[in-house]
């Protein structure tokens, strides 16, 4: 779609080259000593460039480097090397839309300018005076390119310098961003109600059409009411253009619907969890209050009376905490040289505890199991708030889905709840991502890699349980930053839907759409998305029809009593009590504790956890993470795949994979030449993607290095590496150490 | 002697008692069969246990660090401590070798209601805590009292239990290392060198095999006076032999070089020689394992390392590893931040005060530096720390171990321990303190751990060039200090011949080799002549959780890549089973009615076979 074909090739503009494959390009331009000129996108402009610049290779230890052009355009900085690539790997994992030498403009984190030896962070007012010898970019897919300026001429390098740090660094306006532009350029022989078709034939449920939610309700049996009267967005822009909420819940319009509990997800006993924007309380607005209680008490309604609420900008850390936090972590693993690495390598696990970034991490999956254990165990509705309401409400409402919810631990399962959760529930992708480079900094906040984050945690903890893979999680934190996806790029739905409408050029064939994330062929082909499924997963046996647990039958409902909060007969006149009480305590303590819950959080959850542990595992089950100081870990595979210190060569997980994708592949294979040869059965088999496309083309895995498929080794000679200076690091300063080898001369040694 | 039933019934006891420990000793996991956790539950003893059970006592009370006071029996024999709890389900069962104690000792006096407390210090990192009631006969013996005696039969002058024990195993494990049949599988003797028979009765050095492998320009008058000048007589010899390039692993003790600076013409000689019998190269690598401050600091005792005017075209590199008290330090640290309970917030700042992992760091990188000079250099080596019997064998043993794949086998492992651990002289009885109540003595180090958590950490990042699993390192410790095996017994060859302990115990490798599945990585591919070069930055390095913190319940180890493994291959298996069914009942089709249609769907399934 959108030219990504073959069918770009008939583009008639010689200066939109569409994309073409690397082979046809060969043919097409060769003389090697002209400035070669990189393959723009449909709708990507040039806007200046360079020749030529020196590009320092990182996996070398030596500090050399490449020479050629680099580019900078509408859609990222690019750099075409000078010397005429040698054989052409066959990259089994390519994505389409940038190479290993590109950075869309989003994509940068950082510039840095070398001046006389001096590195300076670039802003604004230092674009303006000279430019530096060097340049270092960082990006926020932790990439790090470093590239030297002294050998072009002055007033290419100063353009090319104030040109990237004008085009990555300045406010800009969401026009600007790529998207409009490549959506803006039609590429001929594809049409867009092919487009369109493609998108509805997708299984990822996108939650823009009434039919999506009520499905959703169906599946999760909720017995709430869908809210269409926001289709127009006439009750609130902040809120969803359809959502769910309680059945008690009859006046709609009040406070713009602040303060509305949405639903989110129904627990098959027939609990929910529901999550609102709650501003503080303050003691004024009496009015407001009494609002709030009569949504509480809404909440309550849905079953059995039972509700707890909590409020996680009081428990969980603020939006700004998490941003600092992460700003710190990604500093050790932009690394520059070798010489830094070996010296951040020594006190690594303290300056990992500083940055707080993994204690976030744990703090969010302790609140997600605390509200799996009410609804789980106690069998309680909860409410979930926050003061915008889209920020950790999501995190936690969505990580508790996939605890409980085997639906969500599947491909397709994951990318609804992405959409339900957070694109259709107007997380502010746009501030938090901050694509706009917009100066004021209260509201950017890598929300959703915490999520993604969190869910790597459980991956690799219970990785059987998941049909996606690391790398899948790795790509989509990555797409984040692809400027070119409707998914990432607003603050809300009535945002998305204004934006599109007002920027679609045929007024008459409705809002022009440009593609969701979800839409992976845009990305890498097949081939490459065979890297997104997990061969760990442990599929659910065929013939059971129902995805979720068995269901209770509705008589016994009524007989299983919550076990903690509101545990009253059942009597007449008992909700009316119960509200009173609840009342009282609102005014005391607010909206922040666990009602009724005496022990610590931690403490209960911990034996929640244990005694989850204790059973067999059940991967199709409930599921809950270890939290334990060594059980949360860093996710290696994103943060350490650009280093080529890191790089393991011959092995790390990808050994292990192929192993598998290998006994995986055979034993499909087997099961078709059953299935061919008996007639009799006629149980289908479900073919995935990667059992039909055999993945054992990328040959002997013992030559992969751990940080296949993103970085590849061009450094054939495989050296290991040793590190420098390993004196230094280590701090023994007692008497031990020279105790075996005698003491008394050490002195004049040291 | 043993009646095949009893055999029978004791093998099993053998093996659950080592699946639980892996499991963590702890309330059993309700997946387990009930009939098995009984049989479990009742204690039967090993054979050799003479009488079976030494002391018994009800009414003992287990403080188990993670889930409160549990009540129960406590049985002692010779062999080990076992305590079963009576009040709790699930059964709950706590099953220890006496050789893993490294203390016991009354904590505090009787309370009013005379129970006294007793703290056991294990060696496999975990403390346990029992309270008892002190009998009222003052001359009867608790049950600690017999624990004391049995924990430390050398300090009381009893044997050992594995000289006790009988248990008779398919393979013999002491016929696993032959030094001659390993040096020919590396191609030795060749041109360059030879077996020398001068320490054939160990009267040159009693901590060196008797087969050792000099350069065949070295005479045996020569090697004479090379012993005098290396400490503790352990000179230069050839540990390995690249098949290519002909570089060689050499190792060796520190030079008596002392303030003076003495030199010795037969080691530089000898020296010499290993660098021509590589012709590859015309430069040789000493590798210092120690920090040279510290190999500065030993001239004063005589010793020290090699000067460059003595040995022109040899090259000296420190590689700064620290001795066995810093080690002893770390890992006592190491405990503390580990056991019984993990303070989460600080739990990386505290795992590195311990510094374990920068030892480990240290230790692969000199590894690493050997291996690369040996594959990539194509040049001779020299190892020594200081006696050569501690940071020596850790170098080596993983040097080879990524450089040679037959190492990475299970059998060429043990080979490996055997040959460069065992044979060349490691003091396992001085380093683990078998059966010794002494436990602050200052021999005592965990090296041989440490070099299983850096091979360990290999195969974490190596996941399919190990034969073995984790469980077959972890097998290793839980032996080195069990004293079941005689394996790690003594210090040196020459004190084990003297003692006959082939003769006398039953090795770890016939156990071992009796039941291989067990310790097979599923996921291993054979790659010969593929050299690994492990990352050994801290960031790839792990505590090794399921060893350190297997005792923490809420650190179930979990292999679900092995498991899916292991449940793909059955399912392969079980498919191949049945396509091979419909094929024969395909073919008796056809052949009964031979007249049918050409296109059999026989040929169909011929592609299957491939997979076989």
């Known amino acids: 779609m959108l030219s990504l074909g073959s069918g770009g090739a008939k583009s008639t503009k010689p200066s939109f080259v569409s994309y073409v494959t690397p082979e046809e390009i060969k043919s097409e331009k060769d003389p090697p000593k002209k400035e070669k000129l990189p393959d723009l996108l449909p709708g990507e402009v040039e806007f200046c460039s360079a020749n030529p610049i020196l590009k320092y290779t990182q996996d070398d230890l030596s500090q050399r480097g490449v020479f050629g052009t680099l580019f900078c355009t509408n859609f990222r900085v690019t750099f075409i090397s000078d010397e005429t690539p040698q054989e052409k790997k066959a990259k089994t994992f390519k994505n389409k839309l940038y190479g290993e030498n590109d950075i869309p403009l989003v994509c940068v984190d950082h510039i840095y300018g070398v001046y006389d030896e001096k590195r300076k962070l670039i802003t604004g007012g230092l674009v303006k005076n000279k430019y530096p010898s060097k340049m270092i970019i960082h990006c926020k897919d932790l990439r790090v390119f470093q590239f030297c300026l002294r050998f072009t001429k002055e007033e290419d390098a100063k353009k090319i310098f104030q040109g990237i740090a004008h085009h990555c660094l300045e406010e800009k306006s969401l026009k600007c961003v790529f998207a409009f532009s490549y959506m803006g350029t039609p590429s001929p022989g594809t049409d867009l109600s092919f487009c369109r078709e493609m998108q509805r034939k997708q299984e990822t449920i996108m939650f823009d059409s009434p039919e999506d939610w009520t499905q959703e309700m169906k599946r999760t049996k909720a017995n709430c009411r869908l809210v269409i009267e926001n289709k127009n967005f006439e009750l609130s822009q902040r809120l969803p253009k359809y959502f769910v909420i309680p059945l008690a819940i009859g006046d709609l319009f009040s406070y713009q619907g602040k303060g509305l509990p949405i639903w989110c997800w129904s627990h098959y006993s027939g609990c929910a969890l529901f999550k609102a924007s709650f501003p503080p309380v303050t003691q004024e607005d009496g009015d407001f209050q009494k609002h709030l209680e009569t949504m509480i008490n809404a909440v309550a309604h849905n079953y059995l009376y039972s509700v707890k609420t909590e409020d996680l900008s009081e428990s969980l850390p603020n939006i700004q905490d998490i941003q600092q936090s992460y700003n710190k972590f990604k500093q050790f693993f932009l690394i520059e040289n070798s010489t830094d690495f070996w010296l951040s390598d020594v006190k690594w696990f303290s300056s990992l505890e500083s940055s707080g970034w993994l204690d976030i991490i744990r703090q969010c999956l302790q609140k997600a199991v605390e509200v799996v254990e009410c609804l789980e165990k106690d069998n309680t509705n909860v409410l979930i708030t926050e003061e915008e309401g889209t920020d950790l409400c999501y995190v936690i409402s969505s990580l508790a889905q996939i605890m409980l919810d085997p639906y969500y631990r599947t491909l397709m399962g994951f990318q609804s709840l992405v959409q339900k959760e957070w694109v259709a529930g107007c997380h502010a992708f746009l501030d938090r991502c901050n694509h706009l480079h917009q100066k004021d900094k209260e509201c950017h906040s890598p929300v959703f890699l915490l999520f993604l984050e969190c869910v790597w945690q459980l991956v690799q903890q219970h990785s059987p349980a998941f049909q996606f893979s690391e790398t899948y999680l790795t790509v989509l934190s990555d797409s984040v930053h692809v400027p070119i996806f409707s998914t990432f790029l607003f603050n809300s739905a009535h945002h998305r839907e204004s934006v599109m409408k007002a920027e679609s050029p045929l007024a008459q064939s409705g809002p022009l759409s440009c593609p969701t994330v979800w839409d992976w062929s845009v990305q890498f082909d097949s081939k490459a998305q065979n890297f997104f499924y997990n061969p760990l997963y442990s599929e659910k046996v065929k013939h059971e029809k129902a995805v979720r647990k068995p269901h209770k039958p509705k008589h016994q409902r009524q007989l299983s009593l919550p076990s903690t909060a509101f545990k009253t007969p059942l009597k007449k006149g008992f909700f009316k009590d119960e509200t009173d009480s609840l009342k009282k305590m609102l005014r005391v303590k607010r909206l922040s504790r666990w009602m009724g819950s005496p022990d610590s959080p931690a403490a209960t959850t911990r034996e929640f956890y244990e005694s989850w542990q204790h059973r067999p595992v059940d991967y199709h089950g409930l599921l809950l993470p270890c939290l334990d100081g060594p059980a949360v870990r860093v996710w290696m595979q994103r943060y350490l795949r650009w280093i080529p210190e890191m790089y393991i060569l011959g092995g790390g997980s990808v050994a292990m994979t192929t192993k598998l994708m290998e006994l995986l592949s055979q034993v499909q294979d087997l099961k078709r030449v059953l299935e061919q040869r008996d007639t009799s059965q006629a149980a289908k088999i479900d073919h995935h993607p990667y059992l039909q496309h055999r993945l054992l083309s990328f040959g002997s895995s013992g030559r992969l290095s751990s940080s296949f498929p993103f970085a590849y080794t061009r450094n054939r000679s495989f050296k290991p590496i040793i590190p420098t200076g390993l004196m230094q690091s280590l701090m023994v300063t007692d008497s031990l150490a020279s105790q075996e080898d005698e003491a008394s001369s050490v002195a004049s040694f040291v | ?612």
Not at chain 2, 87 to 101: H, K, Q, S, T
Not at chain 2, 150 to 168: D, T
Not at chain 2, 230 to 236: D, V
Not at chain 2, 302 to 308: D, F, I, N
């Open chain 2, 1 to 612: 002697i043993l009646d095949p039933q009893t055999a029978d019934h004791l093998h099993f006891t053998r093996k659950a008692s080592a699946r639980t420990k892996y499991n963590h000793i702890y309330s059993k996991p309700p997946i387990e069969k009930v009939s098995e956790r009984k049989r479990f539950m009742q204690y039967s003893a090993l054979p050799g246990s003479a009488g079976g059970v030494s002391g018994m006592a009800k009414d003992v009370t287990y403080i188990c660090p993670f889930i409160g006071p549990v009540r129960g029996s406590l049985t002692v024999t010779n062999y080990r401590l076992f305590f079963r709890c009576t009040d709790r389900e699930p059964v709950f069962g706590l099953d220890l070798p006496l050789g893993a104690l490294s203390r016991v000792e009354k904590i505090g006096a009787a309370t009013s209601r005379g129970d006294v407390s007793y703290g056991l210090v294990c060696k496999d990192m975990r403390n346990l805590r029992f309270v008892h009631k002190e009998p009222e006969d003052s001359l009867k013996k608790s049950v600690f009292e017999v624990l004391i005696k049995f924990a430390f039969p050398v300090s009381n002058n009893m044997s050992l239990f594995a000289f006790e024990y009988k248990q008779v195993f398919p393979e013999n494990g002491w016929k696993v290392y032959d030094p001659l049949a390993e040096y020919k599988r590396q191609g030795l003797p060749n041109e360059s060198w030879r077996i020398s028979k001068v320490n054939d009765h160990y009267e040159l050095c009693d901590s060196y095999p008797a087969a050792l492998f000099v350069p065949v320009t070295i005479t045996d008058e020569e090697l004479r006076r090379v012993f005098s000048f290396r400490a503790k007589g352990r000179i230069p010899v050839l540990s390995w032999i690249h098949p290519e390039s002909q570089a060689a692993v050499v190792r060796a003790s520190q030079p008596m070089v002392g303030q003076n600076g003495r030199r010795c013409k037969e080691d530089e000689k000898l020296l010499q020689a290993i660098m021509d019998a590589n012709a590859q190269s015309h430069k040789l690598f000493i590798f210092d394992a120690r920090p040279s401050v510290n190999a500065a600091a030993n001239k004063m005792k005589g010793g020290g390392y090699e000067s460059e005017d003595a040995y022109q075209n040899a090259e000296l590199v420190f590689l700064d590893i620290h001795n066995i008290h810093v080690m002893r330090e770390s890992l006592r640290k190491l405990k503390e931040v580990v056991y019984p309970n993990i303070e989460e917030s600080h739990w990386l700042s505290n795992l590195e005060s311990t510094h374990w992992l920068e030892h480990i760091k240290l230790i692969l990188a000199g590894a690493l530096r050997i291996a690369d000079k040996v594959e990539s250099g194509k040049t001779s080596v020299v190892v020594h720390c200081s006696d050569g019997w501690d940071r020596t064998p850790q170098l080596t043993s993983l040097a080879l171990i990524m450089l040679d794949s037959h190492y990475r086998t299970i059998r060429g492992f043990q080979i490996l321990l055997e040959k460069e651990w065992l044979s060349f002289g490691h003091r396992f009885q001085q380093r683990v303190g078998h059966g010794d109540r002494n436990h602050t003595d200052a021999d005592r180090s965990p090296i041989f751990l440490q070099f299983i958590d850096c091979v360990w950490q290999m195969t974490r990042q190596f996941p399919a060039a190990f034969e073995f699993n984790e469980y077959f390192l972890i097998t290793i410790l839980d032996h080195l200090y069990s004293c079941l095996f005689g394996t790690f017994l003594c210090n040196s060859e020459q004190q084990r011949l003297k003692e006959e302990v082939p003769k006398r115990t039953v090795s770890l490798w016939s156990f071992v080799n009796s039941q291989l599945e067990e310790f097979v990585n599923p996921l291993y591919v054979h790659y010969p002549s593929h050299v690994l070069f492990p990352t050994v930055g801290i960031r790839h390095l792990q505590l090794w959780v399921t060893y350190y913190i297997r005792w923490n319940p809420r650190m179930r180890p979990q292999e679900p890549v092995h498991q899916r493994y292991k449940e793909l291959l059955a399912k392969r298996a079980e498919l191949q089973k049945r396509v091979e069914e419909l094929q024969r009942e395909a073919a008796n089709r056809t052949a009964s009615s031979s007249s049918e249609r050409a296109g059999s769907p026989t040929r169909s399934i011929t592609p299957v076979q491939t997979f076989v």
